[in-house]
């Protein structure tokens, strides 16, 4: 508070100054005007009497911690063992499934159905082994764009929420079709991430679905929760969506997972649709969803993520006075006795998986893309597997879509 108040005071007494050479301009000396010279002498006389009061307040207050008393505490209130952030509660903590320290292909198979089985059934709740096959209802709005059919449909999720979803299809009569899931990212209040990948938008996420389509892909992109047309300004921030799954016993990426299934088999239903061919792809936000859906629907045959992963290890406490509380849409309750960060992405292997960052926003760890590359050259699928850091161009966003290279790897592996 008292820096707020020694802001305002130097720039009354900047203005006080302005003025007062505008007056005596003429003149050439404040002392030429009658009584300027005095207001002037005031307000620096007052402004020095607050800054010693604001002194002798921080004076009364910043001492050493151990000084204070807390209503008789004494040393007890803080002592040296202290961990008032829970540090240690989630250091302490240790993963239920620790990958295999052989290279023998079938026990890096058996870590892989052990821990998706238990993310299905005891994390995420949704079992995989059946389709959900919402019924094909008519779409909501239909349009033809150049060589493209776009359809939308209003699809009815677990929880009777709706879910806004749009399939792009190329309309030169071939079919079926392989087909491609896209997830959008975080986006700003009020914007529509389903838009921006489905229509020519200026975003980073470079009209994903759009482009995929015109390379001859069936596409398919949904609204995420709290985004767009299911976010403000009139339904709920995605943040809020978050905090209310929690309070409910879920979480965000749960409900998420949820809708992603509801529209993979919707999609993979439509008579355009091979459903036997079917791909996912995401950037940032949406490359975490689409990565970890993928982990947990073995059906899905190819992915594409973007601007996301490079981190190994547990995931880490935050401790710092100043760390700034993460988004709760990232959040999975307990995930510290469950897995590694890098765990949903050797849960990928062996199928053919594009992982791509900007230069000028690297893979964080080394061992991330060392720790992959050796999975997929067990399971015998190294050339199914492309991690690259892809070279910083001017006019070009490091955090993005990489459009033109995921339409060349679905072209090759779907």
């Known amino acids: 508070m008292s820096v707020t108040y020694l802001i305002a005071y130097a720039i ?7 003025v007062t050479r505008v007056y005596s301009f003429s003149r050439r000396s404040i002392s030429a005007r009658p009584g300027a010279s005095v207001w002037l002498w005031l307000v620096i006389s007052c402004g020095g009497v607050l800054m010693a009061h604001f002194a002798l307040e921080s004076l009364r207050y910043v001492r050493p911690a151990k000084e204070r008393d807390f209503s008789g505490t004494g040393d007890l209130a803080i002592p040296d063992d202290r961990d008032p952030s829970g540090v240690r509660l989630v250091r302490a903590a240790h993963t239920r499934f620790p990958k295999p320290r052989s290279a023998e292909p079938a026990d890096w198979r058996e870590w892989q159905a052990s821990l998706r089985a238990h993310l299905r059934s005891s994390v995420y709740q949704q079992n995989f082994s059946s389709a959900v096959r919402p019924p094909i209802s008519a779409p909501v709005a239909e349009r033809v764009d150049g060589e493209l059919l776009r359809r939308e449909y209003s699809l009815v999720a677990a929880d009777g929420d709706r ?15 392989p087909a491609i899931l896209v997830v959008h990212g975080h986006v700003r209040d009020g914007d529509s991430g389903l838009a921006q990948l489905v229509l020519p938008v200026d975003s980073y996420m470079h009209s994903a679905a759009l482009e995929l389509a015109k390379a001859g ?3 398919a992109a949904i609204e995420l929760r709290g985004f767009g047309m299911r976010g403000k300004p009139e339904f709920p921030d995605h943040r809020i969506v978050a905090y209310n799954a929690m309070l409910a016993g879920g979480f965000y990426k749960q409900l998420v997972v949820s809708d992603l299934r509801i529209a993979f088999d919707f999609v993979s239903a439509l008579p355009q649709v091979d459903a036997a061919r079917f791909g996912i792809s995401g950037v940032s936000l949406g490359a975490e969803i689409a990565v970890e859906y993928a982990a947990l629907d073995e059906r899905v045959k190819v992915i594409s993520f973007h601007s996301h992963g490079g981190q190994v290890g547990a995931f880490h406490a935050r401790a710092a006075p100043s760390a700034r509380p993460p988004h709760y849409c990232h959040f999975i309750p307990g995930v510290v006795s469950v897995m590694h960060r890098e765990d949903p992405f050797l849960l990928l292997a062996p199928r053919p998986t594009q992982g791509l960052r900007s230069a000028g926003e690297p893979f964080v760890d080394a061992r991330f893309q060392a720790g992959l590359k050796r999975l997929w050259s067990t399971l015998d699928s190294a050339d199914a597997l492309d991690l690259r850091e892809m070279p910083v161009v001017e006019g070009r966003r490091d955090h993005a879509f990489f459009v033109n290279e995921a339409i060349e790897f679905f072209r090759a592996h779907l």
Request: charged share 10%.
């Open 163 to 177: 879910i806004p979803i749009v399939v792009l299809s190329p309309q030169d009569g071939a079919a079926p079709k």
């Open 217 to 219: 892909f069936v596409t």
């Open 12 to 18: 009354g007494l900047a203005a006080v100054v302005a």
